[in-house]
């Protein structure tokens, strides 16, 4: 039954539990007499009252999945306690394809689809029949969904089922028709109330002595109480008006119980042992503690960082967080990537933006770590590089006016008309370090051992990483390995580009693949061995479906593998006839090799082209964002002079300020004489080597027969950009992240960019190239 009772408060005096125990025993048997006294009262004051129309907004967890891919080996230990909120627009959306799945007739001949496709540029979706959301276009963990109806006191929505039996007993009971009760004075006497300060001392009194009322009180009926419904997981809900609600065990099973809620809620029953306080609808109160924690949440770790721990984990004693195990951590990383990696406040011109430009990306090497280190996800480093490059289109207008070249009106939009995808293939190849080739015996059983099991004992951390990241490019030179490969990331590059068309029919634009470390040379091969014509090239296990316009190489190996093939590079449009054996043509209109100098795994193509060509160095990528770098930069270009003034000035930070100071010094005075700033300075004034007055480049232009095998190749007549060196970027430093740092790169995310809406324009016709010497 409904029961509203005001209990005055006053100064708390000098007591003994054993009185407080008394009132507790004689208001089991007045609260006993009063429920069935004044059932037909109750019933009597009950309104007319319309229930208030429902807030539903709908969430989805972010902590522990449902499922994982296969290869994973993952099974879901504990159900998932973080959730957050869609947008709007997107729990909109998913509101508006629920009401019509539940609206339509059973025997209707249309079948409605239950999925919706929702987040940053509709990359999910979710299965409104299985409350699940999955990615679309790559493989990855399925998270819970729930509609949010009913709330926890944390703004948790409420397992769906759990949910909908809650709303059922709410439209059945009706206690939004709820009136307050008259005030029962002698339920407490004044005297023994006042030995209270306040409710919640009450509720402390409630908790100690609430087996011992058990041992008194009789059980209580439910079809007797009409603000009380049971869930089928054994718990109650009683209900206090149109918006608050209580659940707790079945074991409160006595009307001194429920009536102890009843008289302290709404303010204080939920600080009662067992006792939850929720609430009906979404209000914005509940959001804002989770918007909050989330933009508090600290960032998962990159790539680098995560090659750093284990290297660094080869020099020291590994620990282990107490309490967490592999499984927990894994799942706090995916965590941070579905909670940071995506626009959580989609709008219907975010969600629907115009794409004329796909991006497909093949990863490289190190994948497997994947299965011990979250954060090497490649999926994660697209969506970084998607942030990235979203992030330098805002800060600089140049973008826009590419993206938009006849439109002067759009500098504030945020829309750069590029789409970047993830292209997985590792996980699809039969070898892995730790699990036994499927190959049998006789008896059934694996003939061959697993490669850790033929380690040998020395070095195991370093043999360990090997074989996690070295191994992918042994693979790719054994012919079977080779073979699946090829066929791996054909198939997936025609599976996400067929999926892309079919879920954006309007689009219609140009399609760029981007190949980064061994990626970036299986791409190569695949595009080499593309036929011109039917009948022509080799034969590959398949096509790929579509044509593409630039081939970005990002951090590639291709340039030695090329060599020890002892194969040049040409472009198609200056060959005729089959493929030959003794150079490569990757079919495509640009090709562009992207490295960073310090990238031990980067290696050149243009000496490939011509051997020529090696004498002149790569072309410089500009800083995609002015700063720092692009102020020393500009310095150092604005004339001889200048040049001359901070190389001198590198000098005279490298000789501790005394420019009398000469050679002739020993190895180590010169050593200690040495500082970092001066050679980065040299560094950046003289394209990142050090220079003295008798080494001098020079500037050479190209043009006609000599440029042509190069502007074939690329509309800018060069293929080899090297990324620019930082003011804080040391080669012995730069070494260990460099092949592993493009996908956060601001640098390579701008040039990329910059090219892809480039696109289309018109070839140069002459190129001026700086010599080494």
């Not at 229930?51 to 998932?80: C, G, H, M």
């Not at 965590?335 to 990863?363: F, G």
């Not at 791996?488 to 689009?507: A, G, T, W």
Request: net charge neutral.
């Amino acid at each position: 039954m409904r029961t509203i009772l005001k209990i005055t408060s006053s100064v708390v005096g000098p007591t003994a539990n054993h009185s407080f125990s008394y009132c507790v025993r004689h208001s089991v048997r007045f609260f006993s007499r009063w429920s069935s006294a004044n059932d037909s009262a109750l019933t009597s004051t009950i309104g007319t009252k319309k229930s208030s129309k429902i807030r539903v907004k709908w969430f989805y967890a972010t902590d522990v999945p449902l499922s994982k891919p296969e290869w994973f080996n993952y099974q879901q230990e504990k159900d998932a306690a973080n959730f957050i909120p869609f947008s709007d627009y997107d729990s909109g959306q998913l509101e508006s394809k629920y009401q019509e799945l539940h609206r339509q007739v059973p025997a209707s001949s249309v079948d409605i689809s239950p999925t919706v496709e929702v987040n940053e540029d509709k990359l999910f979706q979710v299965d409104l029949k299985k409350f699940e959301i999955e990615p679309i276009y790559w493989e990855g963990p399925i998270y819970e969904v729930r509609r949010g109806t009913w709330f926890d006191s944390g703004g948790i929505p409420l397992p769906y089922k759990v949910a909908r039996a809650i709303e059922d007993g709410y439209q059945h009971l009706k206690p939004y028709q709820f009136v307050e009760r008259p005030v029962l004075d002698d339920m407490f006497s004044k005297e023994n109330v006042a030995r209270f300060s306040s409710q919640r001392d009450l509720v402390v009194e409630f908790n100690k002595l609430k087996d011992s009322v058990k041992e008194v009180a009789s059980s209580v009926k439910l079809d007797e109480e009409p603000d009380l419904i049971e869930l089928s997981n054994g718990n109650y809900v009683l209900f206090v008006d149109s918006k608050d609600a209580f659940i707790f065990p079945k074991s409160f099973n006595t009307p001194f119980q429920l009536n102890a809620i009843r008289t302290l809620a709404p303010t204080s029953a939920a600080y009662m042992v067992g006792v939850q306080k929720i609430q009906r609808g979404y209000t914005d109160d509940l959001g804002e503690s989770i918007l909050d924690s989330i933009a508090n949440s600290n960032p998962l770790p990159n790539w680098t960082e995560t090659i750093d721990s284990e290297l660094g984990s080869m020099f020291r004693q590994k620990t282990k967080k107490s309490g967490q195990d592999s499984s927990t951590q894994e799942n706090q990383h995916m965590k941070k990537v579905m909670e940071s990696d995506y626009d959580l406040e989609v709008s219907a011109a975010s969600s629907n933006r115009e794409i004329d430009h796909l991006v497909l990306c093949v990863h490289g090497i190190g994948q497997v770590l994947g299965g011990k280190y979250e954060s090497v996800n490649f999926t994660h480093s697209i969506n970084v590089l998607r942030k990235t490059m979203r992030t330098v289109y805002k800060e600089d207008k140049r973008y826009k006016a590419l993206a938009y070249p006849k439109d002067e009106s759009v500098e504030t939009t945020k829309n750069n008309r590029i789409q970047v995808l993830p292209i997985s293939w590792r996980h699809k190849v039969d070898f892995h370090p730790s699990k036994p080739i499927e190959s049998f015996d006789s008896k059934g059983k694996h003939r061959l051992p697993t490669l850790s099991q033929i380690n040998v004992d020395g070095v195991k951390a370093l043999r360990s990483l090997l074989g996690d990241v070295v191994l992918d490019i042994l693979l790719y030179y054994e012919p079977k390995y080779a073979n699946q490969i090829y066929s791996v990331v054909i198939s997936e590059l025609n599976r996400v580009y067929q999926l892309y068309k079919e879920r954006n029919p309007h689009f219609n634009g140009k399609i760029h693949i981007m190949g980064h470390s061994l990626g970036s040379a299986i791409v190569f091969d695949i595009m080499s061995n593309q036929r011109t014509v039917q009948g022509q090239g080799l034969d590959l296990i398949k096509e790929l479906d579509f044509e593409v316009e630039n081939l970005f190489c990002v951090g590639s190996p291709a340039g030695m593998f090329k060599l020890l093939e002892q194969k040049n590079i040409a472009s198609r449009s200056l060959v005729s006839g089959p493929i030959s054996t003794e150079y490569d043509s990757p079919k495509c209109k640009s090709l562009f090799n992207i490295f960073h100098p310090c990238d031990p795994v980067g290696y050149r193509m243009e000496p490939l082209v011509n051997p020529e060509y090696a004498r002149f160095k790569p072309e410089q990528i500009p800083f995609a964002v002015r700063g720092l770098n692009t102020q020393i930069k500009e310095l150092a270009s604005m004339g001889d002079g200048l040049s001359e003034k901070i190389l001198k000035a590198s000098n005279w930070f490298s000789k501790g300020g005394d420019e009398t100071k000469t050679d002739g010094k020993s190895v180590e005075e010169v050593a200690a004489q040495e500082t970092p700033l001066g050679d980065i300075i040299t560094s950046i004034a003289k394209g990142g080597k050090k220079s003295d007055s008798k080494s001098v480049s020079k500037k050479v232009e190209l043009q006609g027969d000599k440029l042509e095998p190069l502007l074939a190749l690329n509309r800018t007549g060069r293929v080899d950009y090297c990324l620019p060196m930082g003011v804080f970027d040391l080669s012995f430093i730069s070494a260990v992240s460099a092949h592993v740092s493009y996908f956060e790169d601001e640098d390579t995310a701008g040039f990329i960019m910059k090219e892809v809406l480039s696109s289309g324009k018109e070839a140069v016709t002459s190129k001026t190239f700086t010599t080494y010497q």
